[in-house]
């Protein structure tokens, strides 16, 4: 069985009078520990179709299936449960809060699952040494760098152990070392793990090191 699979999705938005297509008829499928990207330009429907495998975003029509789980038919609280516990998100822009330490924010997806506080921090810890950031774990997000807060966002994706890690152009706002480190870590981590990382990105530096590419043009898959 395949971990996800997508039967034939479409994606549409009504601008005006007008029918846009992020995703035309896209069926594709992903095996547990695949280290793969979706590339392609700008609005080629890449950020569309990891946000519904994410469950932050539906299709129009189609079918996604998750571990064999058709997703139209969980609720939001299912949903829910689903990206807590199984999806680690890497986002562009970090999304860490400001007012929280290194440590805090990686600790917040096991304190939303009621982690006790004591175990939640161990672990957290344990993630940042993973990223070579344990020395910083007090320090805010405004006194690290791009660098070490893009590290600090993949701590927090793999601190509930998720299935599937999921980075919307995780090294967009980095320079070349740091993007190449961050890469390293993130294929350390896939193989150590055998959690799936699905990217989008059109970063010719993150797909000289995917084990798999899928191109998007215009919604469609080429």
Not at 90 to 105: C, K, T, Y
Not at 110 to 120: E, G, P, S, Y
Not at 130 to 151: F, I, W
Not at 155 to 171: F, Q
């Amino acid at each position: 069985m395949k971990l996800i699979e997508l039967q034939i999705i479409n994606k549409e938005y009504k601008l005006g009078q007008t029918q846009v297509y992020a995703l035309k008829d896209v069926s594709l499928s992903f095996d547990k520990g695949e280290f793969t990207a979706v590339w392609g330009p700008s609005g080629s429907g890449k950020t569309t179709l990891l946000n519904m495998i994410g469950t932050i975003d539906e299709p129009s029509s189609g079918t996604i299936l998750i571990n064999g789980k058709d997703v139209s038919k969980m609720s939001d609280n299912q949903k829910s449960d689903y990206r807590n516990n199984q999806i680690g998100f890497i986002f562009q822009n970090f999304n860490l809060i400001p007012v929280l330490s290194a440590v805090e924010n990686v600790m917040l997806p096991l304190q939303i699952r009621n982690v006790k506080t004591t175990i939640a921090k161990e672990k957290s810890m344990e993630r940042l040494k993973q990223v070579g950031l344990e020395h910083l774990a007090n320090n805010r997000p405004d006194k690290m760098s791009g660098g070490q807060r893009q590290r600090v966002a993949i701590a927090r994706a793999l601190v509930t152990d998720p299935e599937v890690v999921i980075a919307d152009e995780p090294t967009a706002n980095l320079d070349l070392a740091t993007s190449i480190n961050i890469i390293e870590i993130m294929q350390e981590l896939n193989k150590k793990d055998q959690a799936t990382f699905l990217f989008s990105t059109h970063d010719q530096r993150l797909l000289d090191r995917m084990n798999r590419l899928v191109k998007l043009e215009d919604g469609h898959v080429v």
